[in-house]
């Protein structure tokens, strides 16, 4: 028998996956990671990408009025507790760079600016990693995880393996995992769209 917190759970991470199902989110990470791979390569843009933020938050909203809420309804996701939320995003980056500075001086010399550059990717897709974990806790969706996988293996291979010169290896980062954003966020916008057809008039929301 399920405890009531067991069921809230569920209907949590139904509501999640209900409003991560057309998969908007994922198109417009991938703009997000173009811009800082546009971004990283010349600091004098780096306002580009503070200001991408709110249109991209308003570019959601209308792709959510448009498409998405009249042939899912509307879902109205519960607020996460701001300061519990806070400590944990705070332990996350703070800890993931800690060891990401400890395996700089194992690995190499943690004065010189150019090792900073090239494992870069792995702090940054660690970051990002985080975000795509967050999700998949909320939603149970298998795309979060794998996206998650990507960004941290591409880090790693952009860092490692490629291993290109200066502060190239993150702009390679950033333009692999965004357009790996783009593709699977765009399948599953179409299949969303081919699967869920606008609703006549009165027809009640599915289940959350």
């Not at 332990?91 to 001086?105: E, M, N």
Request: charged share 15%; proline share 5%.
């Amino acid at each position: 028998m399920s405890t009531p917190d067991a069921a809230l759970t569920d209907l949590e991470r139904r509501a999640w996956r209900y409003d991560a199902q057309d998969g908007i989110a994922e198109v417009l990470a991938g703009f997000l990671f173009l811009i800082v791979a546009r971004a990283v390569v010349d600091p004098r843009l780096t306002w580009m990408l503070a200001l991408s933020i709110f249109p991209l938050h308003f570019a959601r909203k209308i792709l959510k009025e448009r498409y998405s809420y009249p042939r899912v309804g509307y879902v109205k996701l519960r607020s996460e507790e701001g300061a519990e939320l806070g400590r944990g995003m705070l332990t996350y980056v703070l800890g993931l760079l800690a060891i990401f500075i400890v395996g700089i001086w194992l690995l190499g010399d943690i004065t010189n600016p150019a090792q900073w550059k090239r494992w870069l990717p792995i702090l940054a897709g660690g970051y990002s990693a985080g975000g795509f974990i967050y999700l998949a806790q909320k939603a149970g969706l298998v795309r979060h995880w794998v996206l998650a996988a990507v960004s941290v293996g591409w880090g790693v291979a952009c860092a490692g393996w490629l291993n290109p010169p200066g502060i190239l290896g993150m702009q390679r980062w950033a333009v692999g995992l965004g357009m790996v954003c783009l593709v699977v966020g765009t399948v599953t916008f179409f299949s969303f769209l081919r699967t869920h057809p606008v609703r006549a008039a009165g027809e009640p929301n599915e289940p959350a």
